[in-house]
C-alpha cells in the first residue's frame, strides 16, 4: 500500500508503463535532436569554411578582415533573408569580376534581393553572374547594381515575360546591343516584344544579336556583306525608315524598329517578307516580325522599366514579412551561431 502497488488495475498498469516510455522517448528524443543540431552545425562550418576559402583566393584578407566579412555577411543575411554564407558567396562573384571588396559587398545585396523576388531564379552566385554581364555589357556603375534588379522586376510584373526570361535575355544580349546604341531600357523593351509572341527567350536573343550585326552590314559568320549597308540605307528609306543618324552614326535596332512598325500596316505582304528578310536574315524573320507587330509592347515595357525605382525592394519587403522570409533568417542566425 506504501508503495502504491497493491490493487493496480489493468488499466492502471498500462497508464504507469504509457508515463515511463513517454519520459524515455522525450529524453531520446532531446538527446537525438542535439546530436542532430550538432552535425548540422558542424556541416555549416564545413560549407562556411569553403566559402571562405574561395573569396581568400580572389582577394588579401587578413583573419581579422575574414571575420569581420562574415560578420558583416550575417548581418545582411538576416536584413534580406538569406544565410550569410549566400551572401559570401555572392560577394566572391563580385570581388571575382574585379570590384573592390565595399562594392563587392554592397552589390552583394542586390543579388540576394534579386533571388528573392525572381521566379525561377534561386541560386544567388547565379544572380551574381547575371548582373556582372548586364553591367559590364552597358557599362554600368557598380552602384546601378539595384537599379537592374528593380528594372527587371517592375517590368515582368507588368508585361507577360518573367523576372528570368528577362534576366537571360539581357545576359545574352547586353555587349551587344550596347555597341548597337541600345539602352538597358530598349533592350528590356525588345526583349519583351519579342517573348511576347515567340515565347523563347533563347529565340529572341539570338534574333537581337544577328539583328545587330546585319543592320551594320555584316552577316551571321561575321562577315562584312558586300553592300548590304547601301541596301538597307535606301530599301528602308523608301518606306521613311532612317538606318542612320544624321553624322553617320547607326541608329539603334529600337529606334529602327520603332519607326518601322509605325509604317508596318501600310505595307503589302510582298513587302512586310522582303524588309523582314533584308532587316534580318532568312533565319530570324519571325523574331523581327514579332517585336515589330508587337512594338507596344516594347514601348510599354520601355516605359515600365524608366519608372521602376524601388520596385525589387518594395517587394522583398513582402518577402521579409512571410514565413518563408522568418524562416530564412533563423537560418542564418543558427548559421552564425554555427561559425
Known amino acids: 500500500r506504501q508503495a502504491g502497488k497493491l490493487g493496480l488495475s489493468f488499466f492502471d498498469g498500462l497508464v504507469e508503463q504509457a508515463k515511463k516510455f513517454t519520459q524515455w522517448v522525450s529524453v531520446t528524443g532531446i538527446v537525438m535532436s542535439g546530436i542532430r543540431i550538432g552535425k548540422d552545425m558542424i556541416q555549416d562550418v564545413r560549407e562556411l569554411d569553403d566559402s571562405l576559402l574561395e573569396l581568400t583566393k580572389v582577394s588579401d584578407l587578413s583573419d581579422e578582415g575574414l571575420e569581420n566579412v562574415t560578420n558583416q555577411a550575417y548581418e545582411l543575411g538576416e536584413k534580406v533573408a538569406r544565410t550569410g554564407k549566400e551572401v559570401i558567396d555572392a560577394t566572391t562573384e563580385f570581388k571575382r569580376a574585379g570590384f573592390d571588396m565595399q562594392q563587392s559587398m554592397d552589390m552583394a545585396e542586390s543579388a540576394m534581393v534579386m533571388t528573392n523576388v ?23 556603375d557598380a552602384s546601378e547594381t539595384m537599379t537592374i534588379v528593380d528594372k527587371i522586376n517592375q517590368v515582368s510584373n507588368t508585361s507577360p515575360i518573367g523576372f528570368d526570361n528577362i534576366a537571360e535575355g539581357l545576359e545574352r544580349t547586353a555587349g551587344t546591343m550596347a555597341q548597337s546604341g541600345n539602352t538597358i531600357d530598349q533592350t528590356i523593351g525588345l526583349i519583351t516584344a519579342g517573348y511576347a509572341q515567340l515565347r523563347n527567350v533563347e529565340k529572341v536573343s539570338t534574333g537581337l544579336v544577328t539583328l545587330s550585326a546585319r543592320l551594320r552590314g555584316v552577316g551571321e559568320d ?33 529606334e529602327i524598329a520603332q ?25 530570324q524573320v519571325t523574331v523581327w516580325n514579332a517585336i515589330t507587330q508587337q512594338f507596344q509592347d516594347a514601348e510599354n515595357a520601355v516605359n515600365q522599366s524608366l519608372n521602376s525605382q524601388n520596385s525589387a525592394l518594395d517587394e522583398n519587403q513582402k518577402k521579409l514579412d512571410s514565413i518563408g522570409g522568418h524562416v530564412k533568417s533563423f537560418e542564418s542566425s543558427m548559421e552564425h551561431l554555427s561559425s
Request: net charge negative; proline share 1%.
Open 118 to 140: 525572381a521566379e525561377n531564379i534561386t541560386d544567388t552566385a547565379d544572380a551574381a553572374g547575371t548582373l556582372i554581364s548586364v553591367l559590364k555589357g552597358f557599362n554600368m
Open 222 to 254: 561575321g562577315e562584312v556583306i558586300d553592300g548590304l549597308s547601301a541596301k538597307l540605307q535606301e530599301d528602308f528609306g523608301k518606306i521613311g525608315v532612317a538606318i542612320e543618324n544624321a553624322d553617320g552614326s547607326l541608329r539603334s535596332i529600337y
Open 259 to 283: 519607326d518601322y512598325s509605325k509604317v508596318l500596316p501600310t505595307l503589302t505582304d510582298k513587302q512586310k517578307q522582303y524588309y523582314a528578310e533584308l532587316a534580318a536574315g532568312k533565319r
